[in-house]
């Protein structure tokens, strides 16, 4: 079965037991995926140093 | 104008006789317990919270010293931007120009001092949020160390980041201000070696930001000196951040999410889904980052660099350019300021003396060496290369 973003989204939510509200949902994704850039950064800079 | 509304000011206010801060007036951010007060942390739903008990232990010193406070200050609310535009009580204005915006999360707490409504006022900083409308509004802010001012009667945010301070219109009343708030005299101290900070902190910075520093970086005869992990210093406040401010925030999300301004909800919401193992990393590059800063000020006593990317935005347009870039404006005027919070130091954010639009230069030094920063910054203040301009056309 192929996993939609919606699905993670949903079940973090009942994991926080969390109600989230549809109105939420697409500004919740964008800082989502802002938060993975900054998380990548930090990840490049991290292998960056493994490798020195 | 200013002077007449001063004077109007001093004769409402009680008068105190006594105290290094006698006759002296000041503001607050809306996150710092007044006894009998609401503390509503510019979140329209803490209104009808109780009222503090007693006053912040910062307030009480500085009322003690014969302060006297007139009033609090506007917001972003629950402290998580850096324009204070707050959806329940409006967008704090630029004293320089109306139409810009006054930075954040301090926002109305530098303005008040910038348009000369008060002597000093106070805000917090957890990832520029007493350094970014500092620099917009043109007034000196100090973010202290971690852990060197008392957080009691604070409203918190990120506990890893969190700090209070003082803004002024001066050098000397910032440090009379923050001597009081620390409870001890700053030990007076000559800076040997100075560095302006390249590379990230050139990149991210716009042209007149970059101007700033370079007449400054001159007139001190500074070095350069680049910090290669800044960027991911920056990302690494980004996420703890999100994820602290998330978790201290989820009861709230979970009975009034509706009640939050729409922009500070979903990024609480996103804070508090982010994975806890890029919450540990990003805690553990903190202590490799604050090793690598105290380095740096092992060989140089000051570090300088811009304290905004760019002078203040205007309020009808979400964007500014730099690194070029056209970015969020809301999200973006920290960019300079994170890597400092993350290192835990003490950071005196400084106006250029200019006839423009302000903006703001970041000194930083090691804890426990603030005094270097004052006496340097006076020197400057001295020589006419960073001060206060008051606003052309305030109250009018």
């Known amino acids: 079965m192929t996993e939609q973003p919606g699905d993670w989204l949903d079940e973090t939510a009942k994991l926080l037991a969390l109600d989230l509200p549809e109105v939420c949902r697409e500004g919740v994704v964008a800082n989502l995926e802002l938060l993975a850039r900054h998380a990548r950064i930090l990840d490049d800079h991290l292998l960056a140093g493994d490798e020195a | 104008m200013i002077d007449r509304y001063n004077a109007l000011t001093r004769t409402l206010t009680p008068k105190v006789h006594e105290g290094p801060l006698a006759g002296m ?34 307030i009480a010193r500085l009322k003690k010293a014969g302060a006297a406070l007139i009033g609090t200050a506007n917001m972003d609310e629950y402290a998580y931007g850096f324009a204070t535009v707050n959806a329940h009580f409006g967008t704090t204005r630029n004293p320089h120009d109306l139409a810009r915006l006054a930075g954040g999360s301090s926002g109305g707490s530098a303005a008040a001092v910038a348009a000369g409504l008060a002597d000093f006022s106070l805000g917090s900083d957890t990832n520029g949020s007493i350094r970014v409308p500092a620099s917009l509004c043109g007034v000196y802010g100090l973010r202290p160390a971690m852990d060197d001012l008392p957080m009691d009667g604070v409203f918190p945010f990120v506990h890893a980041l969190d700090t209070v301070g003082p803004f002024a219109r001066s050098i000397r009343d910032l440090k009379r201000v923050y001597e009081v708030m620390a409870g001890r005299t700053v030990k007076s101290e000559s800076a040997g070696r100075i560095a302006v900070l390249d590379g990230f902190f050139t990149r991210n910075a716009g042209a007149e930001a970059r101007e700033a520093v370079a007449t400054v970086g001159a007139h001190l005869n500074a070095e350069i000196l680049n910090l290669p992990q800044a960027e991911a210093a920056r990302s690494a406040a980004f996420l703890i951040t999100a994820a602290q401010g998330g978790a201290l925030h989820l009861d709230t999300l979970k009975n009034r999410a509706m009640d939050y301004d729409p922009a500070v909800r979903d990024r609480l919401i996103a804070g508090a889904m982010l994975p806890s193992a890029i919450y540990q990393r990003a805690l553990d590059f903190g202590a490799v980052w604050r090793d690598i800063v105290a380095e740096a000020l092992a060989r140089f006593d000051v570090l300088i660099c811009a304290a905004t990317p760019v002078s203040a935005p205007r309020i009808d347009e979400g964007t500014i350019v730099f690194n070029g870039e056209t970015v969020s404006a809301r999200a973006n005027l920290g960019i300079l300021a994170q890597p400092l919070s993350l290192a835990g130091i003490p950071v005196i954010a400084a106006p250029l003396k200019t006839d423009k639009l302000p903006i703001g230069l970041q000194f930083a030094t090691a804890p426990g060496r603030e005094g270097l920063l004052f006496e340097l910054l006076a020197k400057l203040e001295a020589d006419g290369i960073v001060g206060f301009t008051a606003p052309v056309e305030v109250l009018a």
């Open chain 2, 25 to 58: 007036t000041f503001v607050a951010k809306d996150l710092f317990d007044i006894q009998g007060l609401p503390t509503t942390a510019g979140a329209k739903m803490r209104l009808d919270s109780a009222p503090a008990a007693h006053d912040a232990e910062v």
